[in-house]
């Protein structure tokens, strides 16, 4: 799988990645059709309403995964909309919530093979300048959640053994970045969690767990960025342009594969060879 998809389009955007390929003796299957190589598996997928989450959502069900859409319930609305045209079920509750992954996992009676935390949000301010409930929110949201959920999930037995789990990390938890301390701090800690969970989680539970760590994506979230940072963010990649959603769900199906159990514990960057952290 890992050749299939750096050989091929969809990868357009990841440029001058390592990537460790281990035996893959557990939860590796080769599927029986690479067209749809999801077929008979159930994938949730987290912020799925829009952007980069729709995407992914998108992407799964072309692969042939039955789709289960979360975001807020402020959100229902547009969540039910994607939902309904990929074919799939809209789950519409706060995923900071502390009974979210019971929750979860009573959605999902027979269980799940693909896990993507993708849910995520922003509060721009410098350190000096930063109330503790913008760090707090920032924090609970795009960390403390994955790490109740998932934990969660993997040990009531709802996420089976051969599944995968995708978190969204971000270059900016790489390389830090001006004016966002917190969302840093939180993508930093994603990836932390990949490399202590991926190898515990493969002994324990046969499911692997690896990250997709975003450059510059055309998103309504950053389309807000002011003008002179989103061309600078734009332009400081190899590629010298914007990644699309669609990059990052690329990423994110080949880590879903059932044909990716030797890629385990691995940070991705989709940022076509930025020169952050680089």
């Known amino acids: 799988s890992t050749f299939r998809f750096l050989l091929s389009p969809r990868s357009a ?18 599927p029986a059709d690479w067209g749809t190589p999801l077929a008979g598996r159930t994938a949730l997928v987290t912020g799925a309403a829009r952007g980069i989450g729709e995407a992914v959502a998108a992407t799964l069900a072309r692969d042939g995964a039955r789709v289960v859409c979360l ?17 799939g079920v809209a789950l519409a509750l706060d ?12 959605a999902l009676p027979e269980g799940l093979d693909v896990l993507v935390h993708n849910a995520g949000i922003t509060r721009d301010r410098r350190l000096v300048n930063m109330p503790a409930e913008r760090w707090s929110s920032v924090l609970d949201v795009n960390l403390g959640s994955v790490l109740r959920t998932t934990d969660a ?9 051969g599944g995968r ?10 390389a830090g970045n001006a004016g966002q301390t917190n969302y840093a701090a939180s993508k930093a800690g994603i990836v932390g969690l990949v490399r202590s969970l991926g190898p515990r989680a493969l002994s ?7 990250a997709v ?20 963010g734009r332009r400081m990649n190899s590629l010298s342009q914007g ?26 960057r989709v940022c076509g060879q930025s020169l952050l952290g680089a």
């Open 95 to 106: 995923i900071t919530a502390d009974d979210a992954g019971a929750r979860i996992a009573g």
């Open 165 to 174: 789990i995708v978190m969204t990390a971000s270059i900016a938890g790489i």
């Open 71 to 87: 975001d807020v319930p402020a959100a229902e609305a547009d969540l039910a909309a994607v939902a309904g045209r990929l074919g």
């Open 204 to 210: 324990e539970y046969g499911v692997t767990v690896n």
């Open 213 to 232: 760590a975003p450059g510059f994506i055309e998103t309504r979230m950053t389309a807000a960025v002011p003008l002179f940072i989103r061309e600078a």
């Open 13 to 30: 955007y990841v440029s001058g990645q390592v990537i460790e390929v281990g035996d893959g003796e557990a939860g590796n299957v080769a």
């Open 153 to 161: 999930l993997l040990a009531g037995g709802t996420l089976r053994a």
């Open 243 to 268: 990644g699309v959603p669609v990059d990052v769900a690329e990423t994110t199906a080949w880590f879903a594969s059932p044909g990716s159990g030797a890629v385990n514990g691995q940070v991705v």
